[in-house]
């Protein structure tokens, strides 16, 4: 178990949990960096949440029933941090992932990753596999797509971040993606779940667009007890009875999934809002929260695009926008 206390909370409320902890015969182990808290060890029974809730400074106590063993921070109060050639995601900086939707010729896909990494941004996104709503839709270019994206890498020193829409694509798409994406309508497919965690590729989950945090939690919770801990928690939005916006983005939920687990958090607002003109501003939220990252669906001609273009903002804004992302992180994050 970790006893979050607040961020106020004062050394004597500390020293005043960790007597109540050697009391009920655990073994307190306080830490103040980068919250005070106190981890909780060599107890074989629960300990007693409400009454510890109830001392001065407590903010939450995190134990299995609050996030899966795995994923939790209950057990591991450390933060993951995902390490890709040189940069990470999850160690205090705002990780930008940016690119098309899908990858659908050479010339658009070489063209946005030039304006992305012009902008000092490390990490680019576009699907070779992708899981469309309509059968009739672009479903798009397979292992063409991947070359495409070794030849992103290899020319901008970007790290590729495309989705497995399957176990069957899995194989080829680890060859190739530094991050393998599992898609919103993924994230209940427990035999792609098995099959990713099997790998040794860090792995970005999105949320499903009707999960709970804590479904997500479990999926999530699958990747690491089949072996791989690299993983990335990616809010989507969810579906609400709202129309104006494709999804509703659930900024509380992914703080909650940042909190109580100790796995790095990103939003995506492109797929969240829907609406390119208003992913900026959800994106500044999103920094602004305190995540550790944003991902954005960036297109050289987004009337042209083969899927998802009413959501993707053009370079010359995305160019803007990375500009704010910079300082809204850093006023938040006290840099
Ligand atoms: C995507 O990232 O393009 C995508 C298909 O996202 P989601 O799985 O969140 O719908
Ligand atoms: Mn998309």
């Known amino acids: 178990m970790l006893i979050v206390m607040r961020t106020d909370a004062?050394?004597?409320?500390?020293?005043?949990?960790?007597?109540?902890?050697?009391?009920?015969?655990?073994?307190?182990?306080?830490?103040?960096?980068?919250?005070?808290?106190?981890?909780?060890?060599?107890?074989?029974?629960?300990?007693?949440?409400?009454?510890?809730?109830?001392?001065?400074?407590?903010?939450?106590?995190?134990?299995?029933?609050?996030?899966?063993?795995?994923?939790?921070?209950?057990?591991r109060p450390q933060r993951t941090v995902v390490r890709v050639k040189g940069e990470s995601i999850g160690a205090g900086g705002l990780a930008i992932i940016a690119g098309p939707c899908a990858v659908e010729s050479r010339e658009q896909v070489l063209r946005t990753a030039e304006a992305v990494a012009a902008c000092g941004v490390k990490w680019f996104r576009g699907g070779a596999f992708k899981p469309r709503t309509s059968p009739y839709a672009f479903q798009g270019l397979g292992e063409e797509g991947l070359r495409l994206l070794e030849e992103v890498s290899s020319r901008f020193n970007l790290r590729i971040v495309t989705e497995a829409k399957d176990v069957a694509s899995l194989g080829a798409v680890g060859q190739v993606a530094d991050v393998i994406q599992i898609g919103s309508r993924n994230m209940y497919n427990y035999s792609l779940l098995e099959a990713a965690g099997r790998l040794n590729r860090p792995v970005l989950l999105k949320r499903g667009m009707s999960a709970t945090v804590h479904e997500w939690f479990s999926s999530a919770e699958y990747l690491l007890a089949a072996g791989n801990g690299d993983v990335i928690l990616c809010e989507r939005g969810i579906r609400t009875f709202e129309t104006v916006t494709r999804n509703t983005l659930d900024l509380a939920g992914a703080i909650l999934a940042r909190e109580r687990t100790h796995l790095p958090v990103v939003a995506d607002p492109s797929h969240a809002v829907g609406v390119a003109a208003a992913v900026p501003a959800a994106a500044l939220a999103a920094a602004a929260a305190g995540l550790d990252g944003v991902m954005i669906e960036v297109h050289p001609d987004p009337r042209a695009a083969l899927s998802d273009g009413p959501q993707a903002v053009e370079p010359e804004t995305f160019v803007r926008l990375v500009e704010r992302l910079r300082r809204v992180h850093a006023a938040a994050s006290g840099h």
């Open 10 to 75: 004062t050394r004597e409320q500390v020293d005043a949990v960790c007597a109540l902890v050697r009391e009920l015969g655990g073994d307190p182990r306080p830490q103040l960096d980068p919250q005070p808290a106190v981890a909780v060890g060599g107890l074989q029974i629960p300990l007693p949440v409400e009454r510890i809730g109830r001392l001065d400074g407590v903010a939450e106590c995190i134990d299995d029933a609050t996030a899966p063993r795995l994923v939790g921070r209950g057990r």
